[in-house]
Each structure stands twice: as C-alpha cells, then as structure tokens.
C-alpha cells in the first residue's frame, strides 16, 4: 500500500532538547513538505523540498532544520532554538508540481503532536 | 501576496441538509489552482476537491461542489445532504502556477452535523 508514513505520532520533549520527527513516502513524489498546525490556525509551511539534496525554507523556518539524504525520507529536526515548539507537525508529498499546472494532488501523514514537558 | 481567507471558525448544520464553507483568497497570477481539504479528529488531511483558475465549470465531486467565482475571488464548498460523518476542519488552500514552491492554507472552518 502507498502511502506516507509519520512518527512517532506522540512526542514529548524537554527544554532545550533537540528532537526529530520522521516522515517517508513509498509514493515515488519528488516534493516533501513540513507544515505546523496551532490550534485555530491552517497549516503554516516549514520547510520543503523539491529534489533529493536540496531544500528550501518555508514561511516559519527558525528553529527548525531538516535534510533530503533519499527521496523516500525529509526528517524534520526541531531544534532548542524553537521556543515555542508545542504543535501538530504534518508532512506531505505531490508527484512533482512543476507542470505547468497548479494541480497537483499533495498526501498527507498522519500527523505527530509535539509536547514541551 | 498569496492569501487565503476563512471567516467562519465554526458552522452547524443539520444531518442532510447543505451547507456552504466560505473563502476567499487573494493573488496577483492569472494562473492558479484552490483547493478544500477536510482534517478529521485524527488529524490526516484528506483531498476533496480541487478547481482550475481556468476551469470554466465548477468543479463537483460527490457531495462537494466548489462555487467558484473568479471575479470576487471566492471559492466556497458546499457539501450537500450532510452526514454526521462530515463534522471535521474543513481547510481552503491555494497554489500559483509561477509560483508553485508551496500550498498555502487558511485557518480552517470547524464544521458540526447534528442529528
């Protein structure tokens, strides 16, 4: 079964720890993107990454890093640097958006929920 | 600048009836695709429907349809004949053709179906 697989879904960390949340795709898509959800706020863009080796920030980069080693794997590391790291982190992947196009259809993991403890 | 608006935090509507989930949005491309994504308490993302800037007829899949209106910039979704297993976020997001490095999504309108 294809899919995109994320963990752990639960994850608690403690300041000024690094932690790192993982996220594959058997689907064969060249894009993967990191998104934090806050309660009563959409999806803001981490980071993403459009080819194996290369990556780009998104809109709310700071305190995160992430690496794109195998087109399968965007592991996304949050850092001690985030202050306020609380949040449901959701990863996605598309096909390749650079059609011409706008659609491309983007699958989604299940979600990890971060914790501060 | 790329914007996505949802005004409505919360909606209630009645099992089989219609409801309309608003938004509006914001861009500078003539070229650009929305879409309505629906998150249940687990949390996944699920794809309901997607509409072209260029398409002509609005879009329909099932029980959604997109009312798409190019000229106010709106994009709203109507699910017809509500299931109580349509309570969930329902999010609206949007990509530029050139500039297609991201989705970018709205807050999101927490829809509830009643008996």
């Known amino acids: 079964d294809g899919g995109i697989t994320q963990s752990p879904k639960y994850l608690f960390r403690k300041e000024g720890q690094n932690v790192t949340l993982s996220c594959e795709q058997n689907l064969n898509h060249d894009a993967m993107y990191w998104y934090r959800q806050d309660p009563g706020q959409g999806l803001r863009l981490i980071y993403y990454?459009?080819?194996?080796?290369?990556?780009q920030k998104g809109d709310i980069a700071e305190g995160y890093s992430v690496s794109r080693e195998k087109k399968e794997s965007f592991p996304l590391t949050v850092t001690s640097a985030q202050k306020n790291p609380t949040a449901f982190y959701l990863c996605?992947?598309?096909?390749?958006?650079?059609?011409?196009?706008?659609?491309?259809?983007?699958?989604f993991g299940q979600g990890t929920r971060l914790t501060v403890v | 600048a790329q914007k996505i608006t949802q005004t409505q935090p919360g909606m209630f509507v009645q099992e089989k009836e219609a409801v309309t989930l608003d938004c509006t949005y914001d861009?500078?491309?003539?070229?650009?695709?929305l879409f309505w994504y629906k998150q249940p308490s687990s949390g996944e993302m699920i794809f309901l429907i997607y509409q072209g800037s260029y398409d002509e007829q609005n879009a329909t899949e099932g029980r959604y349809s997109l009312n798409f209106q190019k000229a106010r910039k709106s994009a709203n979704l109507v699910i017809s004949a509500s299931q109580l297993g349509d309570s969930a976020m329902y999010f609206c997001?949007?990509?530029?053709?050139?500039?297609?490095?991201?989705?970018?999504f709205g807050t999101g309108t927490r829809l509830q179906v009643f008996p």
């Open positions: 996605a992947s598309e096909k390749d958006f650079r059609t011409g196009t706008a659609y491309t259809e983007a699958f």
């Open positions: 990454s459009q080819i194996v080796n290369d990556f």
């Open positions: 997001a949007m990509r530029e053709v050139y500039n297609t490095d991201k989705l970018i």
């Open positions: 861009t500078s491309d003539q070229s650009y695709g």
